[in-house]
Every structure is written in structure tokens, then in C-alpha cells.
């Protein structure tokens, strides 16, 4: 019987229904990302006071059993009845989607919020909100849940809701004006976690301080025994910001480039600094929010800085004739070795998608494009010693990229590469699909020869390394092809590698990093991640890259058995495993290659019990900062973050 579809069959959602029925289509997903898209959505409304001059201070604290809370300083939501709704207009903001002052040009000229759906759609996925509001000197509070106002707005006492430690609604003083909100995120909706990640926080909130100078923000962790409290406030601005990327390096020129300028609406700020490394690392910004995929702001600065150069390059007879009368230089060549922000400030924006990843509007490009071209031009005129050291840098780079591509072509006919272009140690998998299979990058060819031994062959792969690891932080590309101990783990994955890195076709969807768990496999682990992370950075931030967790001990006794991982699980193998503890029986794995491969598969392979951990990028900022510190040519920042962190180590040795 074939079912009936008539008028009754179309479901019409009112109010916020929509977002909870489709979450991940308003905040990108249910997991942790939209998880902490809820915090962001809050303090964008409260950076958008910022931006119209009304806030200097916001207060964002993690407090315990899941809660949140975001304060600001700020004129405070209004709460007085809407001419049109016929409901207060801190409920209607808080209970519509597309509601809210982002639309009303007078009372801001940019925001972050434009869609109206921000502080709503936090209403919609919490199991509750709680909103504060002094405003006009009295205090006001409204309760909901699940997005739906739980009682009408109504006026409190002074101190009512307020926090005892540090608020900045002040507590009895009627003449603060501001908005507090705060909530808990319905763990129906977000199944996977409800725990707020305080580096992930911390990297948007410091963002956020370098964008807006003199903005002071405090980040609290009220979670922990003795609460954590981090204040962010940048006077300098986004060359601050640059100064900050590029800590601990040399640089040219010594104090970051600062452009400005406004154009059609259109605000600019630019600054950037080269250092003696060979990545870029550019952040784009359109009215605070980060634009993780670019868009046209970026294609337009992008284009000018290329441009720029190489109209340089053209007048430097000496430096031109190191470059191939037939080559220029590309915009990989310029923007090596580049840090830079890029933030705009575009009165109506076009964003692909309400997460705002990527800026659409076309009359941007041409608006960034002209000031970076006018300005960079005029400052490298006025800086000429700078303007040779940086086409100094770009034209080595130039060089470095055509002996690269001679020595891909070289190395897709050596012998060493079968006809499928797969390295000859690699032990693959029989299955297809990707998502099924994963590859193990093992320390040495003993333990290599085990993890075949034990492995899953339909899903599991076996990639064997063996002598020293090139640190990818202090060589060129060219150098990183022709690497003998690398060109075996970019053929593997199927890649490529830089510019020329495609996720969709990667061959595994979980690497593996096996070694051993003493100081030179901990050694073996960090020039692999610091590869993946400067050539291959998105195989971590799609969550491809894990590190295998072998056992440091087996216990035996009277023909049982028991591994541990840890000295803690040692103390209770031993409890459980016996009597008699003079019997007991406690081997020291000191290597991968002394575990056979039942061994190693019952401990470190089996998807049932195995441990492993997944490398995540919570904070790329601090993660770039941290290899060029740990991996980098400078010796000095290296002993300073040794001697500061050498009481956390725990050696094996």
C-alpha cells in the first residue's frame, strides 16, 4: 500500500524549530567545532559593540558542569517592547532567526553577526539561556529554554545573577550599562562532547584582541581546582599580531609592513614581515571573523604582492639574470617565508555559508589589490635594502622550485619506485577505499618486519623508516623531494605535498605514527609531525594523523599475562596478575622490534583494543610558533623553552 501525501504531510517550522532540526546547516556541525561556534556567536555580538565604540571589555568564563558565560560592557540588549512583535526586544533577538540591530546601518556600520542568526541559534541549541541586561540603569533577566522563552523579561535586583568574583555588570552599581549570556549546550544536540576545548577558545579570543587594539579580553577557566584566567589586550594592533607569528625568528624588515587605507566603505588594514623560514602563513580576516578558505580580499592581496615584486625584479639587472629569462616569479615564490594579516572591514559582506569561511564579494578584490599595489610599492621604493633582501629570498625560492620540479621528474623514473609509483618497503593493504584503511609509519625495519607479521592485511599498511629523518623546518623544498627518507611517505599517502597537495586523494584515512617509546622514537615522531604540519598541514586538521600507543611493560606469571602502558597500570598488572610478587616476571620494552607480531598486534594494532591518540591543531598559531621555536635554526629560544618546561619532561633514558 503505497503511503498517502497530501497538505497534512508538509510540516511548517516556526521559531527557532528550524535550528534545532538542522543544526549543523546554521553552525557547521554537532560536533566540537559547533559546539564552540555557540562562544563565537556570542562574543561576535559583543565585538560588534566593540567595533561601534560602545565596549572596551568582554568577559568570557567556562565555568563548571558545562556552562558558559559572555559578558561585555557594552550599551546592554535592549529591553523594551518592539513596536511591531509586541515582545521585548531582548526576547525577540534572543527567540528569531534574522533579528537583530546588524541590520539597522545606524546602529552598526560593520558586524560579524550580518546574518541576525548568531545569539538565536545559541538560544536553540542550549537547554538553557540565561541573559542579563543593565541597561538605562536598572537590571534585567529572562529565562529559556531550548529557545523558547521560559517567563517574560522582568526587572531584578542590582545584584541579582551576578558573578562574586568578577562581573563587568557591576553588582549594586545601577549606572553599568552591558550584557551577560549565559547557557548550556543541550547534549541532545551536541551527542559527541559538551566540553569546551580552552585552547580552541583561546586562539579565537587572542585573534580577536589583536584585531581590535586596546580591547581588553579575560578568559576564565572556572573548571579547574584553581581557576585559569588569561587576559588578552594588544595595543600594537595587527602588526603585533605579526611580531607575534613571527617570534623567536629573524625578519625582514626588522618591524612588520603596516598598510591601511578605505575605499568605497571598504576598510583595509594589512601587515607583514618575511623570516628566514620557506612557509607562508597568511590570516585573513573580514570584519573579525576568520575566513579560513580566503576569498576575494586575499586573491587580491595575493595578486598585488606578486605583481609588486616582480615589477622590482624587473629593475634589479643582477637578480634577474638568476632567474630563467623565460620564468617569473610566482606567487609561491613571493609568499615564502610570509607572515601576514589581512583584515577588512566591508559594510555588507557576502560570505559563502553562515560559518563564514570564505568572502565572495567581488568588489573587494579590486579595492585590496589597488591599496596593497599603491602602498607596498611606495614603501619599497623608500626601503631599498629591504626590497633586496626580500627578492633575494624570492628568488632563491624560484630556483628552489624549478630544481624541484627537475628532481620530481628525476624521481618518478628511479628504479627504487614500482610501475604504480608505491615505494618497495611498503607493505599495502588489498582494500580500496580509504576511509578502510590506515597506514602504520614504523621506526625501523625490526619493528617494521613485526608489524607485518601481525597486521590486518586488508587494512593495514606497513611503511618501514629507517636512519635519520630530514627536519623539514630548515630545509627547502627541493630538498624535502629529494629526500630519500621522505619521498617514500609522499608516494604512500598519494598526496603530494605544498601547493600541490590534494586531500582528495589520500590513501589512508588514518596514519599512523609508530615508534618507540624511548627519547629517540619521541625524536622520530616530532620531525614526522613537523613534516606533516609545514607540507601536508591538513591531513592534521581533518584529524588523519595519529600516534600509536605501545606498551612500556608485559608481566607474567604462571603462564598469564598482562601489558601496561604506564608505571600506574604496571603497579595494578602486578596486583592483579599475583600473589606472589618475586615471581612475577616484568619486561622493559625498549623497542617496537623485541614485540613479535601477535604481540604487537594484541597491544598496539588491534582496532579492539589498541590505544591511540589523534594529533589535533586546536591552536595553529601557537603550533606554528612552537615547531619554529623547537625545530628552528635559532638556538637561544629553544634552551629558554627547555629550561622553562624541563620540570613536565618525563625521560626515559
Not at 623531494?481 to 601547493?499: D, H, M, R, S, Y
Request: proline share 4%; net charge neutral; charged share 30%.
Amino acid at each position: 500500500m503505497k503511503a498517502t501525501y497530501s497538505a497534512t504531510n508538509i510540516q511548517v517550522l516556526k521559531g527557532l524549530d528550524a535550528v534545532r532540526k538542522r543544526p549543523s546547516m546554521y553552525i557547521g556541525s554537532t560536533g566540537p567545532d559547533g559546539l564552540h561556534q555557540l562562544v563565537y556567536e556570542v562574543v561576535d555580538n559583543s565585538i560588534d559593540e566593540a567595533m561601534a565604540g560602545y565596549c572596551d571589555k568582554i568577559l568570557v568564563v567556562l565555568e563548571k558542569d558545562g556552562v558558559a558565560r559572555v559578558e561585555d560592557n557594552g550599551r546592554g540588549i535592549p529591553v523594551d517592547l518592539h513596536p511591531e512583535e509586541g515582545i521585548s526586544a531582548l526576547e525577540l533577538v534572543l527567540t528569531r532567526l534574522h533579528a537583530g540591530g546588524k541590520f539597522d546601518k545606524g546602529s552598526y556600520k560593520v558586524s560579524g553577526g550580518l546574518h541576525g542568526v548568531g545569539v538565536s541559534c545559541v538560544n536553540a541549541l542550549s537547554a538553557w539561556l540565561e541573559a542579563y541586561v543593565n541597561v538605562n540603569g536598572k537590571r534585567y533577566f529572562q529565562k529559556f529554554a531550548a529557545g523558547d522563552a521560559a517567563e517574560p523579561v522582568r526587572e531584578v535586583a542590582p545584584d541579582f545573577g551576578a558573578d562574586p568574583r568578577c562581573s563587568l555588570i557591576k553588582q549594586g552599581n545601577r549606572a553599568a550599562t552591558g550584557t551577560a549570556i549565559r547557557w548550556l549546550a543541550d547534549p541532545s544536540v551536541f551527542t559527541e562532547t559538551t566540553a569546551y576545548s580552552y585552547d580552541m577558545l583561546a586562539t579565537r579570543l587572542r585573534e580577536l584582541a589583536f584585531l581590535n587594539k586596546g580591547i581588553a579580553i579575560v578568559f576564565r577557566d572556572e573548571r579547574l581546582p584553581s581557576p585559569k584566567e588569561t587576559t588578552f589586550r594588544f595595543e600594537g594592533g595587527i602588526p603585533q599580531f605579526v611580531s607575534y607569528l613571527n617570534e623567536n625568528r629573524n625578519c625582514i624588515p626588522a618591524e612588520p609592513v603596516f598598510i591601511g587605507g578605505e575605499k568605497d566603505g571598504v576598510v583595509v588594514e594589512l601587515a607583514l614581515q618575511y623570516n628566514d623560514g620557506y612557509t607562508e602563513n597568511i590570516l585573513s580576516f573580514v570584519n573579525d571573523i576568520k575566513t579560513k578558505e580566503g576569498g576575494t580580499h586575499l586573491e587580491g592581496f595575493k595578486a598585488a604582492l606578486t605583481r609588486v615584486m616582480n615589477a622590482f625584479l624587473a629593475n634589479n639587472a643582477k637578480l634577474q639574470k638568476k632567474v630563467d629569462k623565460d620564468e617569473k616569479l610566482t606567487g609561491d615564490d613571493v609568499r615564502a617565508g610570509l607572515s601576514a594579516v589581512l583584515s577588512i572591514k566591508v559594510p555588507e559582506p557576502q560570505f559563502e555559508g553562515q560559518t563564514k569561511t570564505k568572502l565572495g564579494n567581488s568588489e573587494v578584490r579590486g579595492i585590496v589589490d589597488s591599496l596593497v599595489n599603491e602602498h607596498l610599492t611606495v614603501y619599497f621604493e623608500q626601503n631599498p635594502k629591504v626590497i633586496e633582501r626580500v627578492l633575494e629570498k624570492g628568488v632563491a625560492e624560484a630556483a628552489a622550485r624549478i630544481a624541484a620540479r627537475k628532481a620530481k621528474e628525476a624521481t618518478r623514473r628511479k628504479s627504487g619506485l614500482d610501475s604504480f609509483g608505491l615505494p618497495g618497503k611498503l607493505a599495502d593493504c588489498s582494500a580500496k577505499d580509504p576511509a578502510r584503511c590506515e597506514v602504520y609509519i614504523v621506526e625501523g625495519d625490526s619493528a617494521g618486519g613485526s608489524a607485518k607479521k601481525g597486521r590486518d592485511s586488508k587494512t593495514q599498511a606497513i611503511l618501514p623508516l629507517w636512519g635519520k629523518m630530514l627536519n623539514v623546518e630548515r630545509a627547502r623544498v627541493d630538498k624535502v623531494v629529494t629526500n630519500e627518507k621522505l619521498q617514500p611517505i609522499i608516494a604512500t599517502l598519494g598526496t603530494g605535498i605544498g601547493n600541490e597537495f590534494n586531500i582528495s586523494k589520500i590513501r589512508y584515512h588514518k596514519i599512523i605514527i609508530m615508534a618507540d617509546a624511548d627519547v629517540d622514537g619521541s625524536h622520530i615522531r616530532t620531525l614526522l609531525l613537523t613534516f606533516f604540519f609545514r607540507h601536508m598541514k591538513e591531513l592534521i586538521e581533518q584529524g588523519y594523523v595519529y600516534l600509536a600507543v605501545p606498551p612500556l611493560f608485559k608481566v607474567s606469571f604462571n603462564r598469564k599475562e598482562r601489558y601496561a602502558y604506564d608505571d600506574d597500570e604496571l603497579k595494578l598488572a602486578m596486583k592483579e596478575i599475583g600473589r606472589e610478587p618475586e615471581k612475577i616476571s616484568v619486561q622493559r620494552y625498549k623497542g617496537l622490534g623485541e614485540m613479535d607480531g601477535i604481540q604487537l598486534w594484541d597491544t598496539t594494532m588491534d582496532p579492539a583494543r589498541r590505544k591511540m591518540k589523534r594529533v589535533t591543531l586546536p591552536d595553529a598559531v601557537e603550533a606554528d610558533r612552537l615547531f619554529s621555536t623547537l625545530m628552528g635554526e635559532e638556538v637561544e629560544p629553544r634552551r629558554k623553552f627547555i629550561e622553562e618546561n624541563a620540570k613536565y619532561a618525563n625521560l626515559d633514558v
